[in-house]
Nanobody, 115 residues
């Protein structure tokens, strides 16, 4: 069974950091397999793209996340990590992981940034 699971969310003060993990089971998200993306959805808003990492390791970020967020792979653990620094209240949302090949999504992890 294929599963994509996010973890690492929580409550943090503005200016703080969180590290989200996207773990895959039953399928690989290692280098060379598929692009992986992080998305987020705030209450009352549409889901938006946060960052992607291609199958070859090329990364891209939404403009508002550049310089604050970093997406990376841990091939040994079959995970993709989103390191989030300098968090702002407007970063509050449910964060989702997506494996592009096959369009697999996780259930999301809540991130709340207090002012």
């Amino acid at each position: 069974q294929v599963r994509v699971t996010e973890s690492g969310g929580g409550v943090v003060q503005a200016g703080g950091s969180l590290r989200l993990s996207c773990a895959a089971s039953g399928i690989s998200i290692r280098l060379g397999t598929s692009a992986v993306g992080w998305y987020r959805q705030a209450p009352g808003k549409q889901r938006e793209l946060v960052a992607t990492i291609s199958s070859t390791g090329i990364t891209n970020y939404a403009d508002s996340m550049k310089g604050r967020f970093t997406i990376s792979r841990d091939n040994a653990k079959n995970t993709v990590v989103l390191q989030m620094n300098s968090l702002k209240p407007e970063d509050t949302a449910v964060y989702f992981c997506r494996r592009f090949n096959g369009d697999y999504w996780g259930q999301g992890t809540q991130v709340t940034v207090s002012s």
